[in-house]
Structure formats: structure tokens, C-alpha cells
DNA sequence: AAAGCATATTCCGCAAGCGGAATACGCTTT
DNA sequence: AAAGCGTATTCCGCTTGCGGAATATGCTTT
């Protein structure tokens, strides 16, 4: 039972992780948007968002071409993931990259879904070049 | 600033350093303390609260042959650290190691300090081969 | 000063994890 | 079937960190 927290910290023992956690909270994302709202190149995060899959943080669902990741269903976490992304989420309210990060994902809003706030994963990725 | 966030989850991925906050949120505690409490060894005690001093989660301050660590006064404390700590605290209440050490430590408390409660860092440490 | 106790450090082998380059895979379009 | 796109994996060198044994340090007692 230690380890598992244990595992969780690990989890969310790298910036780039701790990012896309971040972003995932306001939604689904696929693989490409990661790519612009992080602006850190495939392979990072394609490697960062299989450990979190690994480890159950995240899920994943194939759409076609692309990959959509997603929280897992609010049921399906476990009391210590959710108390740690609202730690997180909290903690991170006043940082510079994240709101850089924030700011981007904004960008992808208004670029992709008519619909205000929630993205809505199918729509945020039939228009990856879009932008 | 993530690099800061980042850096507290790393000293909170680890077994032995978690058990060794949680047990400080209880009060100050020297080494040979934490040696009982935790039932580890030594040097695995000594490194990891090291670890913890290097970081600035937790300071020492040597009184005779013992060494007291405590959690950072709470003004010292990042909004971060307290955050987080308040986090780990919930999320261990119903852990099965954690509530052994907490037993072990109360046992301490019955043997070492006759102040009820928060124990008293001198008090604690002037019966380190007492129980 | 010598011995004793509590704590810290060094040395070592080992495992996990990061980032990048190249490459492989899966699906879709032509 | 071939080409194209998005994503995942493998390989590699590198750093960090763990645990244990032995040893060193600092303070205290005799």
C-alpha cells in the first residue's frame, strides 16, 4: 500500500509528466496537441505518456490515426491520485510554464471546439493541423 | 518553479522517506528514534533524512550526541511542502505501516515524555535506550 | 587520553529512468 | 500496393538513487 503511493510520486517526479497531468485535467488530448501545448518534441512525450499508461494514470483510446489520452474515469481513480491532482492542480496554479502551457491548450480551444469549455476529444482531434 | 515541485515529489518517492514525514508531522524525533520507529537500520535512517536536510524538508540541529530532525517551522515551510504534506497525511490514515509506526511511537511517547500529546524534543531524546 | 556512543560519510554494485536518434508499427489515403 | 501520417518502441549513453558494509566524525564519559 506504501508502494503504490510510493509509485504515485514517481509518477509525478518529472516536469514534463506533471505538465500533461496538468493539461489532462481540463481534458482528453491527443498526442499531436500534446506536442504544440507542450512544445517538447514526439518522442518525450509519446515515452512520458506511455509511463503514465503503464501505471495506470492515464488511459488511452485509438481514433483513427491518432491517440487520445485521457484521465481515467473520475470512478476508476484511485482516493490518493485524486487527492494528488488536486494537490497538484493547486500547487500549480501561479506557475509561469503552466500557464504558458494553459495558454496553448486555450489556443487549441478556440481553433477546434465550438463548444465552450470542455473540449470534446473526438472534435479537439479531427483538426490536428488546425492552428 | 516546476523544477521546485518536481524536486519535492522526487524526496517523496520513497518508501522509507514518506514514513519518515508522516512520522515528523507528530513532532521532532532523533535518529535512534526513527531506528525504533521505523525499524530500519542506521544508515538507511541517517541517509534519507540527510537527504531530506539537503533538500530543506526537514532540519536538524545536534543537542549533546543526538541529532533532532523536525519538519521546517511552519513559516519556512513552501505553501508546496505544506500542501503536499497535509496530502500525504490524508492519504496514509488507513495504511497498515504507517499505523505501526505510529504505534511504535506512541509507544515512545508513554516511555520518553510525560507531557501528553506532542512529544518535547529534549524530553524524547534523553531516554534514547529507554523501552 | 582512551573508550564509548550516536550519527554521518564513503565506497561499491545495482537498478530505474531520462533524452535523443533511428526505426518500427498501425491506420488511412491515393 | 504504395505512400503518408501519427504514434510507439528500441537502442544507447548517461545520471540519479538505493542499500549495505566498512569506516569516519563528534560529542561525552571514564
Keep these: 500500500m506504501v508502494m503504490e503511493l510510493v509509485q504515485l510520486y514517481r509518477a509525478f517526479a518529472d516536469a514534463t509528466r506533471l505538465r500533461i497531468l496538468c493539461v489532462l485535467q481540463d481534458g482528453p488530448l491527443c498526442v499531436c496537441h500534446f506536442q504544440?501545448?507542450?512544445?517538447?518534441?514526439?518522442?518525450?512525450?509519446?515515452?512520458?505518456?506511455?509511463?503514465?499508461?503503464?501505471?495506470?494514470?492515464?488511459?488511452?483510446?485509438?481514433?483513427?490515426?491518432?491517440?487520445?489520452?485521457?484521465?481515467?474515469?473520475?470512478r476508476a481513480r484511485s482516493t490518493e491520485l485524486e487527492a494528488n491532482l488536486a494537490c497538484l492542480a493547486d500547487c500549480v496554479k501561479t506557475d509561469a510554464e503552466f500557464k504558458r502551457d494553459r495558454a496553448?491548450?486555450?489556443?487549441?480551444d478556440v481553433a477546434c471546439s465550438p463548444v465552450a469549455g470542455k473540449r470534446d476529444a473526438e472534435a479537439a482531434c479531427g483538426c490536428a493541423e488546425a492552428g
Design 104 to 108: 496553448r491548450l486555450k489556443k487549441l
Design 36 to 74: 504544440t501545448v507542450l512544445a517538447e518534441p514526439q518522442v518525450k512525450i509519446s515515452k512520458h505518456l506511455g509511463y503514465l499508461r503503464e501505471r495506470g494514470l492515464v488511459v488511452a483510446s485509438r481514433r483513427g490515426n491518432w491517440v487520445i489520452y485521457a484521465l481515467p474515469p473520475e
